[in-house]
């Protein structure tokens, strides 16, 4: 019942900066908890960031001081700036969201994104 569609991948250069959004649609109660895992080639998914609904962030030690995660709750949407990227950035970069059901007894469940290529290379 929930859609995550994102955008704003690419490839960019060392330093460089991409921003991701990820923008929720569809029949929910609420949507709670926003984020991305990213997954490299050979490598497990790991938890990038995330945000609560009331803004709280949360970020995996290798992206502290250069990613910034936020969200516009009105919009039903979370952003992702990537600032000084470096080449272990690169992956493929999954929105998730954890929301919550209309329906009796509402339930909540994790709905994800179809998953954005992020390239860091020269």
């Known amino acids: 019942q929930v859609q995550l569609v994102e955008s704003g991948g690419g490839l960019v250069q060392p330093g460089g900066s991409l921003r991701l959004s990820c923008a929720a649609s569809?029949?929910?109660?609420?949507?709670?908890?926003m984020g991305w895992y990213r997954q490299a080639p050979g490598k497990q998914r790991e938890l990038a960031a995330a945000?609560?609904?009331?803004?709280?962030?949360n970020y995996a030690d290798s992206v502290k001081g250069r990613f910034t995660i936020s969200r516009d709750n009105a919009k039903n949407t979370v952003y992702l700036q990537m600032n000084s990227l470096k080449p272990e950035d690169t992956g493929v970069y999954y929105c998730y969201a954890e929301v919550t059901l209309g329906i009796t007894p509402p339930r909540t469940y994790t709905g994800w994104g179809q998953g954005t290529q992020v390239t860091v290379s020269s």
């Open positions: 569809g029949r929910v109660f609420s949507i709670n908890t």
């Open positions: 945000i609560t609904r009331a803004g709280s962030p």
